[in-house]
T-cell receptor, first 111, second 115 residues
Framework: EAQVTQNPRYLITVTGKKLTVTCSQN?????MSWYRQDPGLGLRQIYY???????DKGDVPEGYKVSRKEKRNFPLILESPSPNQTSLYFC??????????FGEGSRLTVL | GNSVTQMEGPVTLSEEAFLTINCTYT??????LFWYVQYPGEGLQLLLK?????DKGSNKGFEATYRKETTSFHLEKGSVQVSDSAVYFC??????????????FGGGTRLMVKP
């Protein structure tokens, strides 16, 4: 089954404690990206990757890092989380110009 | 820059009522337009899309027509069901300036359908 898998689905953490949200896709897609969803703001892109070892900033990259060492994986790293990073995070993948496939989301709360 | 504006919700309808969710956009290039749906506790799923002016996207009884003259892509359904209760997002992809296949999303509209 074609899917994008994120982990963890839910996480409560404290300010400053590094965390990683993993994302994996099994569709051999070149493009992968991370979005955050906040009430009234829709989804905003954090980072994207067009292929292995190729990453770039989206609209709201501050406070986040990513890596793309393998085609299927695109982890999102919060080195020092802050309360304003409390949000619902979605990973997505696609072929170039194709439909985006989204993961089920990771709800993060930073206290 | 690109932006998408959609009507704020929630929209509450009775079953079998007619649905319209308005969406307008601004884009610097030649966008493709999308409607995504998010059911409770799930990720977003593509509902329909249109890639050029006057195209009509349709799926599961939903329709939207790409209107370049009014820069709009309103979502419609003739008879909603309780199972249509979800959050609907309008989005665009500007192919002329797009890196990373990025979508620009509207704020989302929550639809609640009552039996």
């Amino acid at each position: 089954e074609a899917q994008v898998t994120q982990n963890p689905r839910y996480l409560i953490t404290v300010t400053g404690k590094k965390l990683t949200v993993t994302c994996s896709q099994n569709m051999n897609h070149e493009y992968m990206s991370w979005y955050r969803q906040d009430p009234g703001l829709g989804l905003r892109q954090i980072y994207y990757s067009m292929n292995v070892e190729v990453t770039d900033k989206g609209d709201v990259p501050e406070g986040y890092k990513v890596s793309r060492k393998e085609k299927r994986n695109f982890p999102l790293i919060l080195e020092s989380p802050s309360p304003n990073q409390t949000s619902l995070y979605f990973c997505a993948s696609s072929q170039e110009g194709g439909e985006l496939f989204f993961g089920e989301g990771s709800r993060l709360t930073v206290l | 820059g690109n932006s998408v504006t959609q009507m704020e919700g929630p929209v509450t309808l009775s079953e079998e009522a007619f649905l319209t969710i308005n969406c307008t956009y601004t884009a610097t290039g030649y966008p493709s337009l999308f409607w995504y749906v998010q059911y409770p506790g799930e990720g977003l799923q593509l509902l329909l899309k249109a890639t050029k002016a006057d195209d009509k996207g349709s799926n599961k009884g939903f329709e939207a027509t790409y209107r370049k003259e009014t820069t709009s892509f309103h979502l419609e359904k003739g008879s909603v069901q309780v199972s249509d209760s979800a959050v609907y997002f309008c989005a665009l992809s500007d192919r002329s300036s797009n890196a990373g296949n990025m979508l620009t999303f509207g704020g989302g509209t929550r639809l609640m359908v009552k039996p």
